[in-house]
């Protein structure tokens, strides 16, 4: 039973890591740029869901919608404003570009509110225990899932069926292609930007929820962890980012429950070892020979 | 229709294209031979908008395209279809076409549209599920056609329609070149293969080393001995 109790903490932590790691690989897809502002991005998500809840007074969904738009207007900006005169430049220019983005959100914050931690109220969401077959569930945790769920499914709703999502896909696949077809990169890149962003500020939000405790640096570790699962389930695949962060989420409360909770996040980092000895393109990454 | 009015395209500090000069006229279908690296592609790239000329003009129904973002360009009648097919292998035949039609809004043409490329190319047809990475090579060039018209052009770029295709399909694709433009689509068509090109061209320009050295009716070129002897492997 507590094998499955564990199994529930990791879902949960491992959704949170998933719609991070969309972001990361949605963003590699297209720009092949390891943006390292995406966890930064999904701490301001979490200060804007606190700040809508406390200050606004919102309720869950209108604190988590509201996060979500400043964090995809925020995306947009970084990419306008510091990856774009650099897209062709140097990798390692807009590497080293994207760790400066990343302090500067971090201490810009901390220059602004000052480095304190906050505490999300625990009162947004019904926190109601279920006992299922002598598990213990919180309803919060379930409606953390769910809403990760939907937002998932969401995203793949927009990437394969609307128009900006293919657009997004030609992009990826071969820039100066879809160029040919009409397609406007620049405006797509955005468009990428600002969903990534948003799925990290939902994520924000949903952390806050879960873990109560948020400040300006919260958004490293998680950050770091979304990047080893968007390796492992394969850098800029979709679904990889989905199943590598969940996987991630269990690995981690399974190392926790076996009471090596010190491990956890030395764990992280020997999966994304053994994935770069092991299976460098990741879980689904395989490539696909095209016939000339 | 088209004009092309002393290019010259850089790439850094290489020049692709010296002083090229060239006119399309409706309903013609005109073609560009020359040697790898002679600046075929090049030219092509710099009409549908990826490259930019330093100097010279290229006029489109009297107006300087010269210069302007590609999905202008395509917004304009003119589609390209690249060297190498660039398919999109990882999305279906079917939404490649769908891509290709990126611009447009007008629901019931685009249907019309998908109809008549499933007539020009069957083989797409029965194939519309599967990804484009998985098909053949002549395939792709078929998908890679389909995807251009799509965009409903008045003006098609071919670059290298034969590139890599056994003799048989390569006499297919350009049937089916013949065939695009007997239905009113003006075609630009780049190649290697002289022999083909100059059988179904009105017009040609010989390129070489980013300079066009001959230009003249198909059947001129065809009978020059100049060409006979670089391109047409003949004595």
Redesign the interface.
């Known amino acids: 039973m507590e094998l499955i109790q564990q199994l529930v903490n990791g879902i949960s932590l491992g959704s949170i890591y998933a719609l991070i790691a969309l972001g990361y690989t949605m963003v590699y897809g297209i720009v092949r740029l390891i943006n390292f502002a995406h966890g930064d991005v999904f701490m301001i998500g979490a200060f804007v869901g606190f700040y809508a809840i406390t200050g606004l007074h919102l309720g869950f969904f209108s604190a988590l919608l509201l996060a979500m738009a400043v964090c995809s207007l925020l995306g947009v900006l970084i990419e306008r404003i510091a990856y774009k005169p650099l897209r062709n430049a140097t990798k390692i220019a807009a590497l080293i570009t994207a760790i400066g983005v990343s302090l500067l959100i971090e201490y810009g914050v901390i220059y602004i509110r000052g480095a304190q931690p906050e505490a999300y109220p625990g009162t947004i969401l019904p926190d109601k225990k279920i006992e299922l077959f002598g598990v213990t569930i919180s309803s919060q945790s379930i409606l953390i899932l769910c809403t990760s769920i939907v937002l998932m499914i969401l995203l793949q709703l927009i990437v394969h069926k609307t ?1 900006i999502g ?2 997004m ?2 992009v990826s ?2 820039a ?9 990169v620049d405006h797509t890149i955005s468009a990428t930007f600002a969903i990534g962003s948003a799925l990290a500020g939902a994520a924000g939000v949903i952390f806050g929820i879960y873990y109560i405790k948020i400040e300006p640096l919260m958004g490293i570790i998680p950050g770091l962890k979304a990047f080893v699962a968007a390796v492992f389930g394969g850098i800029g695949i979709i679904p990889g980012a989905m199943v590598g962060g969940l996987a991630l989420g269990v690995i981690e409360a399974l190392v926790s429950g076996l009471g090596y909770s010190l491990w956890r996040d030395g764990v992280a980092f020997i999966v994304l070892i053994l994935i770069l000895i092991f299976r460098p393109s990741g879980l689904f990454g395989k490539n ?5 | 229709m088209l004009k092309v009015e002393s290019i010259n395209v850089f790439y850094g500090n290489i020049q692709a294209l010296k002083g090229v000069s060239l006119e399309v006229k409706e309903g013609e279908i005109v073609t560009f031979i020359g040697a790898n690296g002679a600046g075929k592609s090049t030219l092509l790239k710099t009409i549908s908008g990826l490259l930019k000329p330093k100097h010279g003009d290229i006029l489109y129904e009297g107006q300087s395209i010269a210069g302007k973002a590609a999905q202008m360009i395509v917004k304009q009648g003119i589609s390209h279809v690249p060297e190498g097919r660039r398919i999109f292998a990882n999305m279906t035949v079917e939404e490649n076409l769908e891509l290709g039609a990126f611009l447009r809004k007008d629901k019931d043409g685009i249907r019309e549209d998908f109809e008549k490329v499933y007539h020009l190319f069957p083989r797409l047809l029965e194939r519309r599920k599967q990804l484009a990475g998985t098909l053949s090579g002549g395939e792709q060039q078929m998908l890679a056609m389909g995807r251009a018209l799509m965009a409903r052009p008045r003006l098609l770029l071919l670059d290298e329609p034969s590139m890599g295709l056994a003799p048989l399909l390569v006499k297919t694709i350009f049937r089916i070149i013949e065939e695009i433009n007997s239905f009113g689509t003006t075609i630009l068509l780049v190649e290697q293969n002289a022999n083909m090109a100059l059988s179904v061209a009105d017009r040609a320009y010989v390129i070489e080393s980013g300079r066009v050295v001959l230009s003249g009716s198909a059947e001129e070129l065809n009978a020059s001995e100049q060409v006979k002897m670089a391109y047409l492997g003949g004595h």
Do not use: F
């Open positions: 128009k293919k657009a896909r030609a696949h071969d100066e292609a879809a160029r040919l077809m009409g397609i406007n696909v020979r095209e016939k000339v």
